[in-house]
């Protein structure tokens, strides 16, 4: 029995996770939930899985949640705060921790978990997106692993070779005779959009995902097809794969998740109908597979399975994504945090769907950061980043 740690309890991936325990007891026991401040759903899953440990991000939070515990007689042990979450992260008893923590605040306690020697399930991107090097090479010198649970990068390891999948990122693609990793895309809402057309777009329209029920951020960066951009970099640490390694499609149909295409001209795909349990369930249960009550995918139902290349111009975000990769770490920490702040302002009407992209390179163009070093280093970067994001978003408001 697997013994499990999620950071993101309350949250899709940590909700679809536990449904996928709930369904397999037999196979895996809740050690401890960890969450935001929504301490309603954190009730009803300590009620349901009576985990040994719950924490919340704050203490007011974690105060409500203890006495509604005790009222209810359920043995939880409450904790709160930063360093709390990282300690439950690195539990000892612990066998995987599901990284479900959205935005930077899940960094430290994946380095923990980390450094603790476990075995990493990640949907959290930040973790890659603003400290692949430094996580990296902590993976490699503490002996934990990490499963991708977004369905693209999963899908692609699903199809790897196995002494890939047990050397994420340090095993050589060429070496296992792979030539190309292919990230499909959706294209969002507006991939049949001209550029002129996207100005005007609302936040209602842009969170209107065609295939996936999202959370409104990651909708909008599926939008402006940002998000594929930050999956590239997750790609390129994860599969220690050089930029020539990657291509990207657009898959409107969403059912091709990714693809790895082999030096004999054979391409291995991973198909099936866009639901996240599928990816979840395969992290979990790696490198076996269990059964799950997710709809079979029928290929005879479907009319058409389409490719076609990105345009650049039409969503530039994509673009500037693959390039930042390329200008060094400081350069995706300024990015990822950048984006975040534009994307809230235009999620509130502050400002345009294209003005989002516009802030962006601006942003990153006109901001000079050294290298990190560490982890501080990092979220000093982010922190100065977002404060020069918001004096923009206020300049374009005025």
Request: with cysteine; net charge neutral; charged share 20%.
């Amino acid at each position: 029995m697997k013994k499990i740690t999620i950071l993101g309890s309350t949250g899709s991936i940590g909700i679809s996770t536990l449904s996928i325990i709930q369904k397999n007891r037999n196979l895996f026991k809740v050690v401890a939930l960890v969450a935001n401040t929504n301490i309603s759903t954190m009730l009803q899953q300590c009620e349901l899985f009576s985990p040994d440990w719950a924490a919340m991000r704050d203490e007011k939070s974690a105060h409500i949640l203890s006495k509604k515990l005790k009222h209810r007689k359920i043995k939880t042990q409450v904790l709160f705060g930063e360093k709390d979450i990282c300690i439950l992260a690195s539990l000892q008893e612990t066998d995987q921790v599901i990284s479900a923590i959205v935005g930077v605040a899940g960094l430290l306690p994946t380095l923990s978990a980390i450094y603790a020697g476990k075995t990493i399930l990640l949907a959290n991107k930040e973790s890659l997106i603003t400290c692949g090097h430094l996580f990296m090479k902590a993976i490699a010198s503490s002996g934990a692993k990490i499963i991708p649970i977004d369905s693209e990068h999963n899908a692609i390891f699903q199809v790897l070779p196995l002494d890939i999948q047990k050397n994420l990122g340090v095993a050589s693609l060429k070496k296992n005779n792979i030539k190309n990793l292919i990230l499909t895309a959706s294209g969002g809402p507006f991939y049949k959009f001209s550029s002129s057309d996207l100005s005007g777009v609302t936040p209602d329209q842009a969170c209107s995902h065609p295939n996936w029920f999202m959370g409104k951020k990651i909708s909008v960066d599926s939008a402006t097809m940002m998000n594929k951009g930050l999956e590239y970099a997750e790609a390129r640490w994860l599969f220690n794969a050089s930029g020539s390694e990657i291509k990207i499609l657009i898959h409107p149909e969403s059912i091709v998740h990714s693809m790895v295409q082999y030096c004999d001209g054979s391409l291995l795909a991973q198909l099936s109908v866009p639901d996240i349990r599928i990816s979840i369930s395969y992290a979990m249960s790696w490198p076996d597979r269990i059964h799950t009550e997710v709809n079979f995918l029928s290929l005879s139902q479907i009319n058409n399975l389409s490719f076609f290349e990105p345009d650049f111009v039409q969503f530039p975000c994509l673009k500037l994504a693959i390039d930042s990769f390329s200008q060094g770490q400081s350069a995706m920490i300024v990015l990822n945090a950048v984006n975040e702040v534009a994307v809230s302002a235009f999620l509130n009407s502050r400002i345009s769907f294209t003005e989002i992209y516009e802030i962006n390179i601006e942003i990153l163009m006109s901001s000079c950061f050294s290298e990190p070093d560490c982890i501080q280093d990092i979220l000093e970067i982010d922190r100065k980043a977002r404060i020069l994001a918001q004096k923009k978003v206020l300049s374009l408001v005025v």
